[in-house]
């Protein structure tokens, strides 16, 4: 039996669920997301509340039991109040800018880097900060961590792309040895 499963998800005020064989659309102040649940997953909207559970016992429903109601829980949770991910960019002669909707970055190569966000993802720019918002916590994850890995932190300045509140664990550089 599933823990995470077996919860029931609330469903707020202002949310549509609409439940057609096995895809599962919400609706919602934010935007819409679909998703196809697996074939061994089903979902039922009761008193306001969805309810997944395993339609027939197999080795793996468990597992997919509970994975399938973590992301149905995020789509509810992203049509309602949304996602957000912030990165910090740190170097000399680093720039980001909005331009459009897509993320135009000098981070020190011999050109820049343009990054045209997702349907549904939007970047916004403050400072030395990069904030990538949207509904589906996938497709935020995923951009933020493409975004990243253009430019890794090295530990030994710290200049590159982190996420907020991320620790970079820094290593001492070479001493200078004097012969005498």
């Known amino acids: 039996m599933s823990r995470i499963g077996k919860k029931l998800i609330p469903i707020p005020q202002g ?3 609409e439940i057609s064989e096995n895809t599962l659309r919400i609706k919602g102040p934010k935007g819409e997301l679909a998703r196809i649940l ?3 997953i089903s979902a039922v909207v ?3 509340t969805i309810a997944i559970f395993p339609a027939q016992e197999s080795k793996k429903s468990p597992a997919l039991w509970g994975l399938s109601r973590s992301l149905v829980s995020n ?3 992203g ?3 949304g996602f957000k991910k912030k990165l910090e960019f740190e170097g000399i002669g680093f720039r980001v800018a909005v331009d ?3 993320l135009q970055m000098q981070l020190g190569f011999s050109h820049p880097v343009r990054i045209e966000p997702p349907a549904g993802v939007s970047f ?3 400072k030395n900060t990069i904030t990538v918002e949207g509904v ?3 497709e935020v994850g995923n951009t933020a961590a493409r975004i990243r890995r253009l430019k890794p932190v090295e530990p030994y300045k710290g200049k590159g792309i982190k996420y907020q509140g991320e620790v970079v664990k820094r290593k001492a550089g070479k001493k200078a040895v004097t012969s005498a």
Do not use: I, L
Request: net charge negative.
């Open 46 to 48: 009761r008193d306001n």
């Open 79 to 81: 049509v309602t109040h």
């Open 38 to 40: 697996h074939a061994d």
């Open 15 to 17: 949310v549509v669920v």
């Open 100 to 102: 459009g909707k897509a």
């Open 75 to 77: 789509m509810v949770q």
């Open 136 to 138: 589906d916590k996938e």
């Open 124 to 126: 916004t720019v403050e």
